[in-house]
């Protein structure tokens, strides 16, 4: 069993985001090798695995719960806690390295006073770091919210982040 | 679909090409999408429409033009003019300048005679920055699927096999085992399954060779698999790609609808008994599932582990039954071996290392970006003629190569002939095309901690020397770097690092030492300044205990 570090809540009957997780899973016709698939459908709708979800993936693809957490923690890009409203992903693969991207590293964790991988206390930046995110032409590289920003600059990050931990809180959010 | 319908397809696609009078080619690449390449799309397509062009002059999205450092790139043709750096403003000066009144727009005009352009050949990239990759009517006009037609209605599987052999093509994911060898044992497996399997699980950082021809030239891998899949006796095919590639995934998705919907994939290809399916399997970050063994767990849905070999994929492989694995690059040699024949292919390189590489060149080097090379090409020409030198003021001081498997190949090595063999005669490997350049400013201490933290962290743990000596290799490099180290600790290294190379189970741990081994032979001097003696024996590694993963 995983540890219950979050109190489960209940489902609300007729979330439409199951209806959506369903339907995944019936395309793949609940077959337990299409797990790795259902987590990444469960993550995009989600946004993140929380672990109520991996039981009822457990259950539906007929597998046991120790091989769906043990799937959804082996591999990194499967998240078990919520992120931020931003994620900046700093790529770190060696042409961005070679280029300066741990001065850019330092610049952010010092500018949001977090370390990478984890969540400002106000949920609102999450920095993560990535092997290599295949632009290594334009390096260093960061991905801002799914747009990728080449031959960024600590100042440049900075000054990205600052706009971010500024913007006011909206309602929708 | 017959071979008629293919040729047909092919005529009305060319003449409807010919119809127009010129054809502007974005770089619709990732790099170059970054740089603001959509935007430029929409200025050329708006510029176009005020000068009464929009009918006469196409917009065309391609694969990746190789000077992804110099992005966003158009190509106009047919004249091939090439530009650099175009955003809106240039994007209208090529349309009111170039088409309207015959005169190139000097500033970001590209000579195209420069060696970086020159020394090149392209094989694998031909069709990047040439076709649509969102239109398999494009890749059917450059005589795409042509093989595939060849090889289902002319040839016995082992005919195909045999070509293939006979090409000399080497497995390009970096190990470089015979790729026709390799076919020809899963043909010679009794099974009435079998599996092509496609590793597009470029982990390597610094690597995004496999990704531009994704996302450049789907067509090409699926139309190679789809020959593999003849020759070995597959019905299914499935291509893991990771999920890092968004891009590489969508166009993949398409392209196989598309040629689902031609017939070109599905039952009875080309009227003939052969049926071959592909599946995408997308990866979930995980360097380790680049090994093959592991791959072939993570496709079956469980955790990416390795197992020991033998017994090979080959014979025993996704579900148990014989599959044949090989890389992106790989299979995109497929089609042209078919189409000019293995002799042809055979003459290109060096005799032992036939064909072409493709290599990411990146890091400190004016011209960033893709190129593609014949094999035997010295280092020298590749950094100094096609990647023009290092940055002004800086030397160059070492090329890396192979990622986190690899090594570091110094200046004094310059002239090594870029094959299988010289590569790792001078202590690095192929690899899958990674290349680094580092000049003066990088310390090899800390390129090599930098490799040995990536291992440990993508160290699956199931065998202890790569899960506990990674971290502890780390630890040592770490004291090192922090000049704690004494002069008893780099025997210690050197002696932990053979260890994890002899007695790791698979390819990561095998070759995770790589690194620190190969900055060991050439750059020992920059360990050396870093010790101290050694006061007292202290014990080493005791600051850094190990960690499980």
Sequence with gaps: MPPTTTTPKPHPSGDNR????????????????ALIEVLHAAQGIFGYLENDLLVYIARALKLPLSRVYGVATFYHFFTLKPKGKHT?????????????????????????????GQTTPDDKISLVQARCVGSCGIAPVAVLDDKVAGKLTPEGAVERLMAWKNEKDEVTA | MTVEDLQELAEQEQQRQEKFTNRLMYCAAAGCVSCGSINVRDMLKKALAEKNLAATVEVVGTGCMGLCGEGPLVKVLPEGTLYQRVDETVARKIVEEHLVTKTPVKDNEIDTSHPFFAEQMKIVLENCGRIDAEKIEEYIAVEGYAALARVVTEMQPAEVVEEVRKSGLRGRGGAGYS??????????????????????????????????????DPHRILEGMAIAGYAVGAQQGYIYVRAEYPL????LRLAIKQAERLGLLGNRIFDSQFNFRIDLRIGAGAFVCGEETALIRSIEGRRGRPRPRPPYPSEKGLWGMPTLLNNVETYANI???????STWFAAIGTPKSTGTKVFALAGKIRNTGLIEVPMGISLRKIVFDIGGGTPEGTEFKAAQTG??????????????????ESLSSVGSIMGSGGMIVMDSTSNMVDVAKYFMDFCKDESCGKCIPCRVGTVHIHGLLERIAQGKATTNDLPLLEELCMMVKETSLCGLGQSAPNPVLSTLRFFRNEYEELLQEPATFVPSGTDTPPTTH
Excluded at chain 1, 18 to 33: E, Y
Excluded at chain 2, 195 to 215: K, Q, W
Excluded at chain 2, 248 to 251: F, K, L, N
Aim: charged residues 25%; aromatic residues 8%.
């Design chain 1, 18 to 33: 199951f209806k959506l997780l369903d339907r995944a899973i019936t395309k793949h016709q609940s077959r337990g090798d």
């Design chain 1, 88 to 116: 900046f992903v700093l790529c770190t693969g060696t042409a961005c390295y070679v280029k300066g991207a741990n001065k850019i590293q330092h610049a952010a964790e010092e500018c949001c006073k977090v370390k990478f």
């Design chain 2, 179 to 216: 790729t026709g060898l390799k076919w020809g044992i899963v043909r010679k497996v009794q099974s009435d399954t079998k599996y092509v399997v496609c590793n597009a699980d470029e982990g390597d950082p610094g690597a995004f060779m496999d990704r531009s021809v994704l996302e450049g």
């Design chain 2, 248 to 251: 590489a995934i969508e166009r």
């Design chain 2, 335 to 341: 089609a042209p071996i078919i189409r000019k024949g």
């Design chain 2, 403 to 420: 990622g986190p498997s690899g090594g570091c190949i110094p200046a004094a090595h310059l002239d090594v002939p870029v094959d299988y």
